[in-house]
């Protein structure tokens, strides 16, 4: 089943932040390679009053398109501006009646001011920047403002925290729309991680460890191609020669998460692109990727995808798949 998302519009402003435009960009306004086979999408970039739009970093930009251009499309970002406690009414309207229509609605850091504005957080989980994340909730006492994730998707809105968050939720919809292996592939040519889950944390407590040597990144590459194997913490603690406990308190203040939960996020994602690429039953591929068994992977897989295996598979396993009997 192939995503009927055909139209891509981005909604910017006097003031806009251009890694928030430029991440927009680099998702949905590519041509198509065929080395990644990526869909190609009928992309635009509107603002409320066409011609000059001032930047905030030393340069405009110049933007044909009105409003009047967004009317139609499937996907409509609001691309964050530097002012953005005085938001358009224009756009709030507009992104209200592309909600209304159907559509789906993405803005990520202080773009989720204008989604307050429009009355679409209301009653939604939803997040910004960090800094901004207590202007957010005042501002909008009624949108529930989560301050510790990198992107929320509560129905057909999504919102994402600051700057490289923006991509980060760019792919998940990627994923959600066109599964793991385009998802991937955009990442790819991006030179940016695949997946990072909403839930990871926008802080980490320590980000670059005190001692290079120290660092878990050869351990992570190591869980992703050792998924079959046992990844306890007990037996991650053996190889890393700490105690579980001084482990599970290292392994979160580096990745933000527990290592029960990044193992099975990368249970999932390897469980997902088996789907796609194979016709290997689904015992097999819960075997394969450390699950045990179909009823463990239908589990953790529906929690975190909302779907199951079977149709995951139905939706995303296309023609150019590599099949294997």
């Keep these: 089943m192939q995503s009927p998302m055909k139209r891509v519009a981005v909604v910017v402003q006097d003031g806009v932040e251009p890694f928030g435009l430029g991440s927009m960009c680099e998702v949905w306004a590519e041509p198509h390679h065929p080395e990644d086979d990526n869909p190609v999408f009928d992309f635009v970039v509107a603002t409320p009053r066409p011609g000059r739009v001032r930047g905030p970093s030393g340069f405009d930009l110049h933007v044909e398109h009105g409003l009047d251009a967004v009317a139609d499309a499937d996907l409509v970002c609001v691309s964050p501006k530097r002012d953005h406690l005085d938001p358009s009414p224009e756009v709030a309207e507009l992104v209200a009646a592309a909600h209304a229509r159907g559509a789906l609605v993405f803005a990520h850091c202080t773009a989720a001011f204008v989604l307050g504005e429009a009355g679409l957080l209301d009653g939604r989980r939803c997040t ?109 603690a053996r190889r890393c020669h700490m105690s579980p406990r001084t482990f599970a308190r290292r392994f979160r203040a580096e990745t933000g998460s527990t290592p029960h939960a990044w193992v099975t996020r990368q249970r999932v994602q390897a469980a997902e692109e088996l789907l796609e690429r194979t016709d290997h039953s689904i015992d097999w591929i819960a075997d394969e990727v450390g699950f045990g068994n179909a009823a463990t992977l239908r589990h953790h897989f529906g929690r975190t995808r909302g779907v199951s295996p079977q149709q995951y598979r139905r939706a995303f396993a296309g023609a150019g798949s590599v099949r294997t009997a």
Excluded at 161 to 180: E, P, V
Excluded at 187 to 214: K, L, N, S, W, Y
Aim: one cysteine or more; hydrophobic letters at 45%.
């Design 128 to 236: 910004t920047h960090w800094r901004h994340v207590e202007a957010l909730a005042q501002r909008f006492p009624r949108a529930h403002v989560d301050p510790d994730v990198l992107y929320v998707q509560d129905g057909t809105i999504v919102t994402g925290a600051g700057s490289a968050a923006g991509l980060d939720a760019a792919l998940h919809l990627m994923r959600q729309q066109f599964g793991a292996r385009l998802a991937a592939a955009t990442a790819r040519r991006m030179v940016v991680p695949p997946h990072r889950d909403g839930g990871q944390a926008q802080f980490i407590a320590r980000a670059v460890p005190d001692c290079e040597a120290e660092t878990l990144g050869p351990l992570l590459t190591w869980i992703v191609e050792h998924l079959a194997d046992d990844l306890g913490v007990e037996a991650l």
